[in-house]
């Protein structure tokens, strides 16, 4: 069975989008109307679920399911409303089979249902208009009626209608065998079906629903959470335990997308040693070929005379030719153009194995106090510093007159 987890804010995925048990976010009409200080009565904006989903979005890969309550029971209305969800990001949305103005299910005695005609008329228009938005049913009559039958005819005309599946709600009590008995009849013809089992959790853990139920929308457990959390606390609690600021500030800057990097790879100089130009080495070149799926590109600086193997033909591979190398600097100053990125990361051809490994380090790269031959900088800084430079500076230099270390 999956697990839609309702959603009090943008924030909860910090905590759940890497539980395995977490499918998606339902956001819940009942506990967005409690957050915003609004009655459950669909007094509480549409524009605010729109601007919830739109932020939601940019957080989460996972489904975000939608309860739409009854749409004004108004067709056209319904179907701008949809919409503009599934436009900002909702996959699904929830419709229930209630008239307006709403009345919370968990208190049935004083809900006024729809018709089942004007019911699978909302949901006919709402899925014909667009078509690509999972539309659920929520069928509320079972609970009012205690007539199986009428509650699986319903809900199969939802289906007929264009719902792609159907929730039977149960709000009354955690004796579900009528419920259970009602799932099992939609199952055995296919139809995708959930549940909201806020009466009847410890039955889902006992996991009594898993053959009979494709979903379960655990409705209003993280605000309850909340506010069970908050309901005995004080400004004299709070202050006798701080909080920790630190892991907000950590997390609020976290949501600022990560720029991508150009890897310029120095090798314009001889070998000290061998006299050989490094790049021209099929075993260093590989190293830094095999780099490919860090960077968005790797620029390779190498002498005018130099024929290096490497692959220009691939998609972010570049060589920049220089002839007399006057310096680090100067083969630096003559890639800059090449460089179109967010960030740069500047390696000698020579980097040893620690330096490969952690080539993706903030700012400069030591191995104990010596230089690693790595530098991490922002690009505008970069073209900043480097462009006026002394062409004849090695990279250390250069940090080091601009206090980039």
């Not at 697990?3 to 995925?13: D, K, M, S």
Request: aromatic share 8%.
């Amino acid at each position: 069975m999956k697990y839609y987890v309702e959603l009090p804010e943008v924030w909860i995925v910090e905590f759940l989008d890497k539980d395995p048990n977490c499918d998606g976010y339902w956001i819940s009409s009942l506990t967005q109307s409690w957050q915003k200080g609004y009655p459950d009565n669909c007094s509480l904006p549409w524009s605010n679920y729109i601007d919830l989903v739109r932020r939601l979005r940019f957080q989460t890969d996972k489904k975000i399911i939608v309860d739409v309550d009854m749409l004004f029971n108004e067709p056209n209305i319904a179907s701008r409303i949809s919409s503009e969800l599934h436009q900002v990001g909702a996959d699904t949305i929830v419709i229930e089979s209630k008239r307006f103005p709403k009345e919370n299910s968990l208190i049935p005695g004083n809900v006024v249902l729809s018709t089942p005609e004007e019911f699978s008329r909302l949901v006919n228009k709402v899925k014909t208009s667009v078509p690509d938005l999972e539309v659920i049913s929520r069928n509320e009559y079972l609970p009012l009626t205690k007539d199986i039958d009428s509650t699986v005819d319903i809900s199969k005309r939802t289906i007929d209608a264009g719902a792609d599946g159907v929730i039977v709600h149960w709000g009354l009590d955690d004796d579900t065998s009528l419920l259970k008995e009602t799932l099992l009849k939609l199952k055995e013809q296919d139809i995708l079906t959930g549940i909201i089992p806020t009466k009847f959790l410890k039955q889902v853990l006992e996991k009594e629903f898993d053959d009979i139920a494709d979903f379960s929308i655990l409705g209003n457990i993280c605000s309850s959470y909340i506010r069970s959390s908050f309901s005995d606390q004080s400004i004299s609690k709070l202050l006798e335990d701080p909080p920790k600021f630190k892991s907000i500030l950590e997390r609020v800057k976290s949501y600022e997308p990560t720029g991508e990097t150009t890897l310029v790879v120095l090798g314009a100089k001889p070998s000290k040693t061998s006299g050989d130009f490094l790049l021209e080495s099929e075993e260093i070149l590989k190293k830094f070929t095999d780099l490919d799926e860090l960077f968005y590109s790797i620029i390779f600086v190498t002498d005018k005379s130099a024929e290096p193997n490497i692959p220009i033909d691939k998609k972010g591979f570049h060589i920049v030719k220089i002839e007399n190398s006057l310096g680090e600097v100067h083969s630096l100053q003559v890639s800059l153009p090449k460089i179109n990125t967010e960030y740069t990361t500047i390696a000698y051809a020579d980097i040893e194995d620690y330096a490969f490994e952690n080539i993706q380090t903030e700012s400069t790269l030591f191995n104990g106090d010596k230089f690693a031959g790595v530098i991490n900088i922002k690009t505008e800084i970069l073209a900043s510093i480097a462009t006026t430079a002394d062409p004849t500076f090695d990279l250390i230099q250069l940090a080091v007159k601009n206090k980039i270390l």
